[in-house]
Structures are given as structure tokens and as C-alpha cells.
């Protein structure tokens, strides 16, 4: 044999930190699977023999090991994770692989792959397989250096590389990035030094191990090159064992997140739930969820972005302030290069601090006998196609009222009024406050309500409602379209037809509406009917928020007002001579931030139908 | 204790006696919601709201009270609260009354 020993007093630092590492990932993911419920673990079940499977492999190369979306946002940022992940990645790979061309088949331990250089130095140098596997390694190790030294100059000056510093350390961070850190180096210099002994090495370590022959006296580099081993394998003990409890979970996280996305399992919206530590440590505090935040940008709001909130929740630091300082507009969530579900998770943190029991709170709504005695729920005789729930916010402006009741006469539908006399709330305000259990109720309230009246399609203007009653209602039976869909297909089915102008109009979309429902061209296609549409530079899916959110639970006035007059600006660039939106909120909220008229879809609708007299 | 009574006492049920009534919780509603001090007691957020629209739920009222640190029943009528954000939209000076809604909710739990 080769008589090659794989043991020196150094690895063991190296080997306790792996155990310790690997014992705790084992504990953590097998105690947050067990707590999925039995839904989600049937539907990995299904998924793990499915092409989810094939799907979940290829994004965790394309983004555990490749980060593209991160390359996307910021390249510089991208470059500094691929060196990292990528560039450790190969090390490890083409190790081994180095390892079984220099020895065949032969076991070698773990330490045997990591410490390779100082292990076989009695081994004939020289390329095997017809590749210099020296130098490969060389070029592999000053990639991640060049990663390291990269992350050295964004701490010292983040803005340079086009991000905020992210976080003030905690403990734990502080020892792992330290730790991390000194990996590499340590390993060149240990690499270097065993080179200079044996002249052997490719250009990196061999040079420098070269350069360090002369300069170090003969009879030191013996004591030197064990330091350096000892000085390595300790920084790798002591990342790995600070790693579970810093952000540098996310390396590992984010591939069972990645795989058990792909089986079907989500958050729930409105609660916590075991998936979400999944989410959580698989939060790189990247920090690129900072910048799209309007509260950060416009409204002067710091220190409460998703990238905090996950951190303090993480550690269990969660303050209600944080937990109820976001808007939900989802902004931060489509740029997340891991898919967080950072609505989801927020929310869900607010049905954890505020939910409180509902104590049959809306027995008033409910009547005598179980029966709503609110205004119009009491005529159950009423009953149409039709019917139109206008919602809390569009009831404050009677001018939609108005401009839908045109609209329905004009198509001759025949609709019942859900709410027009007053009725309860669609109900998410409350989820979204956190409070579920009295949410459920009010939702319990208005699906029996609508049951009543016996209708097929529910439409609504507010897309507040819309989403609540896509998500939460149980409404089988009945279609429920925002009155921008509603519109669409009037029009196309020619039940109304709308008069062409020339009015340069510019569309907000509501956040409710476009990235919580996905409806973005029913819209526009009304819009484009009757004038020319001009877009903000950030529209559809990166559409702006009107700041006056309803999830905004400690927004303050001035906040809002920053935020509005932000997003009034960035329509008043357009150059259109008015703005459209089909959220009675953001009407509201819009009319406050900008000198231009705000009008909603339905008006711009009712002024442009096309009367008896017209078509003449 | 011996003068006749005309009748024309502050009834107990309304006397309210500020130096005796605990104004910490009330400030500390209104340190969480800072505008929360700027209220007129004008009532458009009582005349705009969903649930007074159905019960007798006097938002205006409630919270008055309790800017003068009468808690009794706060919690309870607030429970009666949607949330739906009306009266915030009304406002005439810009507070957060559905923040104020939560506070209330959190700080006089025990009142
Ligand atoms: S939430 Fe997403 S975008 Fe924000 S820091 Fe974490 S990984 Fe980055
Ligand atoms: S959801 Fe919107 S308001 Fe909340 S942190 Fe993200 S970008 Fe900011
Ligand atoms: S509308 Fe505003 S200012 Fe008027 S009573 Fe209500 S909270 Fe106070
Ligand atoms: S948020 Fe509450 S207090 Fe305000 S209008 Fe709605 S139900 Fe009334």
C-alpha cells in the first residue's frame, strides 16, 4: 500500500465542527417535517415521484449553487454568492475526484478529501488522467478568494456595491462570518506553506510556497505549516458549528425549501406554521427585499423591511411593531431571490401577537335566529344573477356607486345590491390585522348571505374583497370577478360598447389586484378601448403601492402621505392627464398624493358608454 | 352629608375626575399612535362606520373616553370594530384610528 495516514492532531477541530453540523441540520429539518401537517406530507409523497422532483434538482443548481436571481438584481452581489457556493462547491467535488485519480478506489476518511494537500505529500506530483488537478484547484481556491475579498469590501463599504448594509450582527453571525473568513486564506497559506516544503503546488500555493521558502527560515516551516493546518481546520470547526445559528443556515436551507416548494407545500396565509422555519433560515439577508420598499424609500420608514422582520423572528424578537409595520403590497416578495413568502410570513406573525377569540363578536349582524338582520341580507326574496358587493371603501365613494349602477342599466343586468344599505365586512382587513377567528366569522356571515340570493356571479370593485373571496370564501357555485373582468367582458361580448377618445391615461394597479390576484391586462384592455395608456416606469407585477394599504396597521398619516405624493409623482412623469385605478382605496389614497384627477375604472367606464343617441 | 339634595348633582355614572383616573394606558395608546393626540372629536369616523352602521357602536365616543382615561367596556366595544379602515379615510387629521382600534384592544384587555 501507500502507507498514506489520514490522521493528525489538527483535523480534529475540523471533524467535531462537521458532526456538530451535521447533527443539528439533521434535528432542525426532521423536527420542522414532522410538524407539517398530514396534507402537506401526502403531497410530498405524491411530489417525490413526479417531475417536481427533476424541477426542484434543476433550481437548486440554477440558484443554491448558480444564484442567478441574485445575478439578476445585482450582479456584484450575485458574483459574490456563486464564488462563495459555486466555487466551495467544486472545491469539494473536484477534490474527491482528485483524491480517487491520485488513489483509485481506496477509502479515504472525510479529513483525508479536505486536507488532501498535507496528507499525500509523499505522492508523485504531476497530472493525472491527463489533468492537472493542482492547478485546478489553485484556480477553484483564488475564485472564493476573490469571493472573499469581495465580501470584505461590501462590509466596509456596502454602498459601493449598490446595497444597505443590512443588518447589525448578532453573536452568532459575528463568529460565523468571521469564521468564514479566515477559511480560505488559512487554507492558501497551509496550501503554500506544505508546497514550499515539497516543492509541489500549482501556480497559487506553489508560487507562493515558493515565495515563502525564502523569505521563512528553513527550520520554521515545518512548525509554521502545521500552524497554518491547525489555524484552517479550526476556522472550518468553528463555521460549521456557529453556521445553524446564523444566517448561513441558508446555504443548506434553502434546498429542502427549494424541493418541498416543488411537492405543493406553502405557508398559510394567516397563521404560522411549521414550513415557515424552512423560509426563515433560508433568508440569506441579502438585503435586496430593502430597496423596493416604499416605506424605506419614500415614506421614511427603516429598520422594519422583510429582511429585519425575518431576522427577528427568526430569533424570537418579533416585536408587534415590526410584525405590524408593512403594507403587504408584495413588492419585496417579487424580487426575493429565494420566493419567500414574506406576506404569508408576516401576516402569520400578526395572528400570533393580536389574534384574539372571537367571542361570537358579530351576533349583532347575525339577528334573532341566525339570520342577518342587516339591511338587504333581510329580504331574502330578492334574489338575481347578479349580485354586486360593493365593499367598505367603495361605499365611501359614491361616485363608483354610481358609475356601476350606470353600467349594470346600460347591460341590462339584473343585479342585486349586497351591501348598499350597509353590511359586514368582506373580512380581510381583519385577517390581515391578524385577527382570524373574527375574520372567519364575517366571512361565515357574508357566504351565507350571498347564498341566499341565490347568485351565480359575485362582482365587487374593491379588490380587497376580490381576494378574500377567491382565497377564503367557500363559494361553489358562484363566480366571483372584480368589476374590471366584469367590464372586460361586457364589452367584448358587446353587451356594452364603449366611445374611443384620445385622453392620454395612465393605470395604477392595486396591489390586491395585480400581484395578489393576478389581473393585469382586463384593465388595460377597458382602458385601451376608450384612450391612449401610458405606463409608470414601474408597473404591473413592480407596480408601486398607493401607501395607504390596508395591512398597514402602524403606518402613521405621515407615512402615507410620503408614500402617496412618491407614487403621484411617478404618474404625473407620464404625462397623462389623468390617472386610473380600480381600487376605491387607492383612489382615495392617489387623489391625496396627486394634483392630477384619480378616477376609478368604473367611471371612466360610465363616461364612455355609448348611448342610443351615440350610435345614430 | 347633611344638605338637601335639589336633584341637580353630576349623576356618578358621568362624573368623570381626572386627576383621579389613570391616564397611563391612555398614553401610552397615544405614544403608539402618536396623531392619536390631534383627534377634534369631530365624529366623522362614528358617521362613516360599518359596524355603527349596524349596531350602536360609537367609535368617537369610545375613544374620547379613553383619551380621558375612562376604560370601562373599551375593550369590549372594540371587539365590535371590522377594521375595515373607513373612518381612517375620513379623518380629517390623518390618525391611524384602526391603529388605535388595535391599541385599545391590546393595552385595556383588562378594563
Ligand atoms: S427576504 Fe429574500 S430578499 Fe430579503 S434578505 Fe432574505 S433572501 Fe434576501
Ligand atoms: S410587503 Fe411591501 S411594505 Fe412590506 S416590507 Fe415588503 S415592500 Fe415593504
Ligand atoms: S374622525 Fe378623526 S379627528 Fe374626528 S373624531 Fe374620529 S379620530 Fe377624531
Ligand atoms: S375600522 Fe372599525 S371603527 Fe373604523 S369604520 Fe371600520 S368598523 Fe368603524
Redesign the interface.
Known amino acids: 500500500m501507500d502507507g498514506l495516514t489520514f490522521y493528525s492532531g489538527f483535523v480534529v477541530p475540523f471533524i467535531v465542527g462537521t458532526s456538530v453540523l451535521f447533527a443539528v441540520i439533521v434535528y432542525k429539518y426532521v423536527r420542522w417535517f414532522a410538524r407539517l401537517p398530514r396534507r402537506d406530507k401526502l403531497s410530498v409523497r405524491r411530489g417525490m415521484f413526479s417531475g417536481a422532483t427533476v424541477a426542484a434538482a434543476w433550481e437548486c443548481l440554477m440558484e443554491s449553487l448558480l444564484h442567478r436571481r441574485i445575478w439578476r438584481v445585482n450582479p456584484a452581489l450575485g458574483y459574490m454568492h456563486t464564488s462563495f457556493a459555486l466555487g466551495w462547491f467544486l472545491l469539494i467535488a473536484v477534490g474527491w475526484i482528485e483524491t480517487v485519480a491520485y488513489l483509485g478506489g481506496r477509502f479515504v476518511p472525510l479529513q483525508g478529501h479536505i486536507f488532501f494537500k498535507y496528507f499525500t505529500t509523499e505522492l508523485q506530483h504531476g497530472p493525472r488522467w491527463g489533468v492537472n488537478f493542482e492547478a485546478v484547484m489553485d484556480l477553484l481556491l483564488l475564485y472564493v478568494l476573490s469571493g472573499v475579498a469581495l465580501a470584505l469590501f461590501k462590509r466596509l463599504r456596502s454602498r459601493a456595491m449598490g446595497m444597505r448594509r443590512t443588518t447589525q450582527l448578532r453573536m452568532g453571525d459575528r463568529v460565523a462570518m468571521a469564521s468564514l473568513w479566515f477559511i480560505f486564506p488559512m487554507r492558501l497559506l497551509a496550501e503554500s506553506f506544505t508546497s514550499g516544503i515539497h516543492g509541489s503546488g500549482g501556480f497559487l500555493t506553489g508560487g507562493l510556497g515558493g515565495v515563502l521558502a525564502t523569505v521563512v527560515p528553513a527550520g520554521v516551516m515545518p512548525i509554521a505549516e502545521l500552524g497554518a493546518w491547525w489555524g484552517y481546520s479550526i476556522a472550518l470547526g468553528v463555521f460549521f458549528v456557529s453556521m445553524p445559528f446564523s444566517r448561513y443556515m441558508h446555504i443548506f436551507t434553502e434546498i429542502p425549501l427549494i424541493f418541498l416548494r416543488r411537492w405543493g407545500v406553502r405557508g398559510e396565509v394567516g397563521r404560522e406554521k411549521s414550513f415557515d422555519h424552512f423560509q426563515l433560515e433560508a433568508c440569506s439577508r441579502c438585503g435586496i427585499c430593502i430597496d423596493p420598499c416604499q416605506m424605506q424609500r419614500d415614506g421614511g420608514m427603516t429598520g422594519v423591511q422583510s429582511v429585519y422582520f425575518i431576522r427577528d423572528r427568526r430569533y424570537n424578537r418579533l416585536s408587534?411593531?415590526m410584525a405590524?409595520s408593512c403594507m403587504a403590497c408584495g413588492r419585496c416578495e417579487a424580487k426575493c431571490p429565494v420566493g419567500l413568502e414574506l406576506d404569508t410570513l408576516r401576516v402569520g406573525s400578526r395572528y400570533t401577537l393580536?389574534n384574539?377569540p372571537s367571542?361570537d363578536?358579530w351576533a349583532?349582524?347575525r339577528g334573532g335566529n341566525g339570520r342577518s338582520?342587516?339591511a338587504g341580507a333581510s329580504l331574502p326574496s330578492e334574489t338575481a344573477q347578479v349580485g354586486y358587493f360593493a365593499g367598505?371603501?367603495t361605499?365611501?365613494s359614491p361616485r363608483i356607486l354610481r358609475a356601476m349602477e350606470s353600467v349594470f342599466a346600460a347591460a341590462g343586468e339584473d343585479v342585486w345590491w349586497a351591501d348598499r344599505e350597509?353590511?359586514?365586512?368582506c373580512?380581510r382587513?381583519?385577517k390581515l390585522?391578524g385577527?382570524v377567528d373574527?375574520a372567519r366569522d364575517?366571512m361565515k356571515l357574508n357566504e351565507e348571505l350571498f347564498r341566499r340570493h341565490g347568485i351565480t356571479t359575485l362582482v365587487t370593485s374593491c379588490p380587497i374583497c376580490l381576494r378574500v373571496f377567491r382565497e377564503d370564501y367557500s363559494l361553489r357555485g358562484i363566480e366571483v370577478l372584480h368589476h374590471s373582468e366584469y367590464f372586460q367582458r361586457l364589452v367584448a361580448g358587446g353587451r356594452i360598447s364603449l366611445k374611443a377618445g384620445s385622453e392620454r391615461l395612465t393605470y395604477h394597479d392595486p396591489c390586491e389586484l395585480g400581484r395578489g390576484c393576478g389581473i393585469y391586462d382586463e384593465p388595460r384592455e377597458v382602458l385601451r378601448a376608450v384612450g391612449e395608456l401610458a405606463e409608470p416606469s414601474e408597473t404591473r407585477e413592480e407596480a408601486l403601492c398607493c401607501g395607504?394599504s390596508?395591512a398597514g396597521?402602524?403606518?402613521?398619516?405621515?407615512a402615507?402621505?410620503l408614500m402617496g405624493r412618491a407614487v403621484g409623482r411617478a404618474f404625473e412623469a407620464t404625462g397623462a392627464s389623468c390617472v386610473v385605478t380600480a381600487c376605491p382605496?387607492c383612489k382615495?389614497a392617489l387623489a391625496r398624493g396627486t394634483e392630477l384627477p384619480v378616477l376609478d375604472l368604473a367611471e371612466v367606464v360610465e363616461r364612455h358608454l355609448m348611448t342610443a343617441a351615440d350610435s345614430k | 352629608m347633611g344638605a338637601v339634595n335639589f336633584g341637580y348633582g353630576i349623576s356618578a355614572a358621568r362624573g368623570m375626575d381626572l386627576d383621579r383616573n389613570d391616564l397611563g394606558p391612555a398614553r401610552e395608546i397615544a405614544d403608539?399612535?402618536?396623531?392619536f393626540r390631534a383627534c377634534i372629536a369631530c365624529g366623522g369616523c362614528t358617521a362613516?362606520c360599518?359596524a355603527g352602521?349596524?349596531?350602536s357602536f360609537n367609535f368617537r365616543m369610545v375613544h374620547t373616553l379613553v383619551r380621558r382615561g375612562e376604560y370601562a367596556g373599551a375593550y369590549r366595544e372594540m371587539?365590535?370594530c371590522?377594521?375595515?379602515?373607513?373612518c381612517r379615510?375620513?379623518c380629517p387629521?390623518?390618525?391611524?384610528t384602526?391603529?388605535v382600534v388595535?391599541q385599545i384592544?391590546?393595552k385595556l384587555?383588562d378594563y
Open positions: 408587534r411593531r405590524d393580536n384574539t367571542n363578536r349583532y349582524a338582520d342587516i367598505c371603501m361605499l365611501l350597509g353590511g359586514v365586512c373580512g382587513p381583519m390585522a385577527e373574527a364575517m395607504s390596508i396597521n402602524a403606518i402613521g398619516g405621515v402615507q402621505t382605496l382615495k | 403608539e399612535v402618536p396623531e362613516t360599518t352602521n349596524l349596531t371587539n365590535k371590522m377594521l375595515c379602515g373607513k379615510l375620513v387629521r390623518g390618525i391611524n384602526r391603529g388595535m384592544k391590546r384587555g
